[in-house]
């Protein structure tokens, strides 16, 4: 069990929007039934950025669904998530009717999904799908459209030409851009981008990420950016929570993930991450992969790969423990972590 409900100094003490607790999201295969989210607590406090990563397969897609409880059928949601409201109402979101989930999911927590290059209808022009979006949720469109081309222009894009444009032509930068003015058009409290910046080049990403922090500060945004890519989720977020096989195994803020991670697998993450200024031999790949979902391994699910397990990890899953004020991480040997020295540095 998290130990979050102390007060967290890496986010200056802010209550929590969203909490997590038990988390879990399986589906029933003729093989057996794959847990892809396994008993995940987390509390996501108001005002932050928080990145979750892992490698693909790690179950990032299925958490940042879950916390809309979109996760499609077949799926199974169990746990909680509560929301919390500026006026310190509590919404059991796993609980909402359909119509209460279709007006929650744009107007207190939208999202950004994979895919930016294929998220809007070719047949309509960007126009359309801002007023769509607008008619739908009751709003009056004069005053939305005039919110979405202020968002747009923050996201530095005319909005005259984006609007009247078809998504065919925009770049995938300013489609990406234009999604993420679509997921604000309805005011949010928070924002989940999953994989935001895949298929866009390295300079585009950067200056996306670079945006989103001026947009955070701009609307009083708690945000939720769900990446594989570490490097980039380090210039952005305040605090960082790693997935692997399904489970939340290390969460920091930022500054303790990139200088000392209490988890092997945190740091065979880094290890892996490619480093203009480190010569190539000095990258290590994670050796070995992710296990099957229907079949985690008993005990610690990283031991099979990780060069400090011991008799211990393969028999008692380790439990998700504080070590200090700002770390928590789960892993029978975290005292002994730097014995895995890390080879390269991320800078921020």
Not at 85 to 109: H, M, P
Not at 340 to 346: A, D, H, Q, R, S
Request: hydrophobic residues 40%; negative net charge; charged residues 30%.
């Amino acid at each position: 069990m998290s130990s979050q409900e102390e007060l967290d100094p890496t986010t200056g003490g802010a209550d929590p929007i969203l909490e997590i607790r038990n988390l879990n999201v399986t589906f029933e295969m003729d093989r057996g039934t794959s847990r892809v989210i396994d008993d995940i607590d987390l509390d996501i406090r108001r005002g932050e950025i928080i990145g979750i990563v892992g490698e693909s397969g790690s179950g990032k897609s299925m958490l940042a669904s879950s916390m809309l409880d979109a996760v499609v059928e077949p799926g199974v949601t169990t746990g909680e998530v509560t929301y919390r409201t500026t006026d310190g109402d509590e919404v059991d979101v796993l609980d909402l009717s359909e119509e209460e989930l279709r007006e929650f999911r744009w107007e207190q927590i939208s999202m950004v999904f994979q895919g930016a290059l294929s998220s809007f209808n070719p047949t309509m022009a960007m126009r359309e799908h801002f007023e769509e979006t607008l008619e739908a949720h009751g709003y009056a469109v004069d005053s939305g459209m005039e919110r979405a081309a202020d968002v747009l222009s923050d996201l530095y894009l005319d909005p005259d030409r984006v609007l009247d444009s078809y998504p065919h032509e925009l770049s995938g930068g300013m489609k990406q851009r234009a999604l993420i003015a679509l997921a604000l058009v309805l005011e949010p409290e928070v924002l989940v981008m999953d994989e935001p910046t895949a298929a866009l080049d390295l300079l585009m990403q950067r200056s996306i990420v670079s945006l989103l922090s001026e947009i955070r500060d701009k609307y009083d945004l708690t945000m939720v950016f769900i990446t594989h890519d570490l490097p980039l989720v380090t210039k952005l977020a305040d605090r960082i929570g790693v997935l692997y096989a399904f489970e939340l195994v290390e969460l920091a803020d930022t500054e303790s993930i990139l200088r000392d991670p209490a988890h092997p697998y945190t740091r065979a993450l880094l290890n892996a991450t490619p480093n203009l200024d480190a010569p190539l031999e000095e990258m290590r790949p994670i050796e070995g992969s992710a296990p099957d979902p229907v079949n985690v391994p008993a005990g610690c699910s990283y031991h099979e790969r990780c060069p400090l397990a011991t008799s211990k990890c393969e028999r008692d899953p380790p439990s998700f423990e504080r070590i200090n004020e700002t770390q928590e991480v789960a892993c029978h040997h975290w005292e002994d972590v730097d014995e895995i020295p890390l080879t390269t540095e991320v800078d921020q």
